[in-house]
Structures are given as structure tokens and as C-alpha cells.
């Protein structure tokens, strides 16, 4: 496919409306911080994609009818996620997040867990290979902590024991 | 606060040596956590990738983040140029 444009953001005000959001959400749910990333982190593509392998991360609350759904009933979140195979069946995916319509993903899990899309793209050579796991999250997390300090951590574990090169990440 | 997971989890599978690239519906908030590549999309959400069965609408927003993760040499926050209900006007 040809390049497709893209254009640096217009930053304008985007750190104004950021730190109003995150005013709002310490000042409405318990237990809430400020937390981010130091924004350092930057780390160079080791092989080309056509080499690459690939994961998929979502926090779009994606399970399998077969795992325990995500917890969206309590304020504290659940900062919790669930291993996808890559040889899933799509039809036995499940989004459980109260925080967004996930009535799409419902009709097509590919519009927030392009397993399909991905399977293509290996077919086409675009990229190498799929990572035999992907991972399935719920955001809605009123405290940052838990992710950053647990959760984050036990996914790179596990992308890195399958050896995964890039891992595309997806809200819902 | 999807975004905001999905940015913090994004920072430290980076720096643990992943590459990563995300997309994103809320640009405030992707940019207010930092990562180290990012493309928003002014797409719904619950809809990253487009609509349900559109699969050449998913793969073009899919290709983007690939050029994303192939052209990036520094934390790099872009917009992707395709609309909602007119994603292919570019092409």
C-alpha cells in the first residue's frame, strides 16, 4: 500500500483538556491519582514487520465465552486480563466494559480486535507472523496504580516469553 | 480511562523492549499520558478500527500504524487522515 499521510497532531490545548480530565476523574472516583508515563521510552523496530512478530493488547474488555468476564460492577475497576489464543474462534469473543458501545465489537470483533485483519496481513507478508497469545484487558481503572505496578509488568512478562517484536495496542 | 490503561500498559511494555504503537479516539488523553507512538483516529468510540465488517476500512487504519512503527525514530503522536463515514475520501 502506498505511504498514507501522517501529519504530526495539533497539540493545541491537548494538555489542558488532559489535566481537566484527569481533575475530574481523581475528584469522582476514589482512589484516583495522576499517574503517567515518563515518555522516554522509545525503543527502535529490531527487525523489519515482514520478520516481525505480532500481539495484539487491548483494553476494550475482550474475553472468551469460556474465561471469567471482566469485573465492571465495582468502582475500583479490575485491573485484571485474560490470555487470547491466536487460534481463538472470533465468534466466541466476548467485550465486557460498560464504558464504551460495545455493540460493534459485538458485530465484529474486529473493529477493536483485528485478529482477522492480522491473520491477513500475515498471509499478504505484510508482517511475519501472529504472536500465539494476545491479550485482553478492561479499562475502566479509576486508580492507575495497580496497572502500572501489576498488571503492566505481567503482560510484557508474557509478551515477552512469546517472543513478540511489536504489540499493537488498542482502547475501546 | 481506557485510554489512559491502555497508554500506562503501553509505556512499560515499551520500555521493557516491545515496540508499541496505539490508536487512539482521545487524543487529550493519549497525549497527556505519553507513548511512544500514537495515531488518532476521529472514529467512535468502541469503533478503532472502523465499522463492524469493513474490512478494507480496518486494514487501512491497520497499515497506518504499521507506517507509524516503520517511519517513527522518536515518541511520535500523528492524525490519521480518514473521516468517519468518508474514511476513504483521501485514497
Request: some cysteine; proline content about 10%; hydrophobic content about 35%.
Amino acid at each position: 500500500m502506498r505511504p498514507i499521510p501522517l501529519e504530526p497532531i495539533d497539540s493545541t490545548g491537548l494538555q489542558q483538556k488532559f489535566d481537566d480530565w484527569i481533575g475530574f476523574v481523581e475528584r469522582s472516583h476514589h482512589g484516583s491519582n495522576p499517574r503517567i508515563n515518563s515518555g522516554e521510552a522509545f525503543t527502535e523496530l529490531k527487525k523489519p514487520l515482514a520478520e516481525s512478530r505480532v500481539a495484539l493488547v487491548t483494553t476494550a474488555g475482550a474475553h472468551l465465552d469460556s474465561q471469567e468476564p471482566f469485573h465492571v460492577e465495582t468502582v475500583a475497576g479490575d485491573p485484571t486480563h485474560r490470555v487470547l489464543p491466536d487460534d481463538l474462534d472470533p465468534s466466541r469473543l466476548r467485550f465486557t466494559h460498560t464504558h464504551y458501545d460495545t455493540s460493534p465489537a459485538e458485530q465484529d470483533p474486529n473493529c477493536v480486535f483485528p485478529i482477522d485483519r492480522l491473520h491477513e496481513l500475515v498471509e499478504l507478508g505484510r508482517i511475519g507472523e501472529a504472536s500465539p497469545v494476545h491479550i485482553g484487558m478492561m479499562g475502566f481503572n479509576p486508580d492507575p496504580g495497580p496497572i502500572q505496578d501489576d498488571l503492566a509488568p505481567r503482560v510484557a512478562g508474557i509478551l515477552a516469553d512469546a517472543e513478540v517484536d511489536v504489540a499493537i495496542m488498542v482502547p475501546g | 480511562m481506557c485510554h489512559r490503561s491502555v497508554g500506562l500498559v503501553q509505556g512499560v511494555i515499551e520500555a521493557s523492549g516491545i515496540p508499541t504503537v496505539t490508536i487512539s479516539m482521545r487524543p487529550d488523553v493519549t497525549y497527556g499520558v505519553r507513548v511512544p507512538r500514537a495515531a488518532y483516529a476521529r472514529f467512535p468510540h468502541g469503533n478503532p478500527f472502523g465499522e463492524p465488517h469493513h474490512p478494507e476500512q480496518h486494514h487501512l487504519v491497520f497499515e497506518a500504524l504499521l507506517q507509524l512503527l516503520e517511519k517513527a525514530t522518536e515518541p511520535t503522536f500523528v492524525e490519521l487522515p480518514f473521516r468517519w463515514r468518508r474514511w476513504n475520501q483521501w485514497l
